[in-house]
């Protein structure tokens, strides 16, 4: 595993679910959504969170779970995002760099096989959101996204290495269509974005990560 960076995007203001507050603070279940991300991290050396809006509150939070978590500043938030935090973030990385939006609940077995791995892939789930980004695949590889009748939906998870990453100024999708076609994986996860998405994923947690 310690041939990994794994950055989480924590920058946005998370305006669609209109909590006030960054997304990865939300409290799912009696915890802050990235601490549940976190303590499936632990065996992870180098993590790496990008903040921006309020970043105080988003650095206080991580710091009480754990010490030696990089911050990394996103400056410009409201304008770029969540490939430009990871291009801010991947200076002086490991070979590869695992993205993992910070609105993502992950179900925890379906981690551990995520870090385990040790090629690069695209994270796709069952469409399930209120507005899914969907991918296209192709001969068992993802080659497009924004599929209309796409199979899958995209997760805001993906592997990559470390040097295939280039600036961008919008989300890590642009950072991936730029290497496809790759593998995929299966992920279940709940993404963040609406106040539905929301009361789902604290359902899902609650029962025991079963939909």
Not at 12 to 30: F, H
Not at 103 to 119: F, G, N, R, T, V
Request: hydrophobic share 35%; net charge negative; glycine share 8%.
């Amino acid at each position: 595993m310690n041939n990994k960076t794994v950055i989480i995007s924590c920058a946005g203001m998370g305006t669609r679910l209109g909590a006030g507050i960054p997304k990865a603070l939300i409290d799912i279940d009696g915890e802050p959504l990235i601490i549940h991300t976190l303590k499936m991290l632990d065996k992870i050396e180098d993590v790496r969170v990008v903040v921006g809006y309020q970043a105080e509150k988003v650095i206080e939070v991580v710091k009480k779970y754990r010490d030696d978590v990089l911050f990394v500043y996103n400056h410009n938030y409201q304008q770029n995002g969540t490939g430009a935090s990871v291009s801010l973030a991947k200076r002086y990385s490991k070979k590869f760099i695992l993205t993992i939006d910070g609105d993502l609940l992950i179900h925890p077995d379906d981690m551990k096989e995520i870090l385990a791995s040790e090629q690069e892939f695209v994270g796709v789930c069952e469409p399930s959101t209120d507005d899914p980004v969907l991918v296209g695949v192709k001969d068992g590889k993802v080659t497009n996204f924004y599929e209309k009748n796409g199979p899958y939906e995209w997760t805001g998870i993906t592997m990559l290495e470390a040097k295939k990453i280039t600036p961008t100024d919008g989300h890590v999708l642009k950072l991936v269509e730029q290497v496809l076609p790759m593998d995929f994986k299966i992920i279940r996860e709940k993404e963040i974005d609406t106040p539905n998405d929301y009361k789902n994923a604290i359902i899902w947690v609650q029962n025991n990560y079963n939909s």
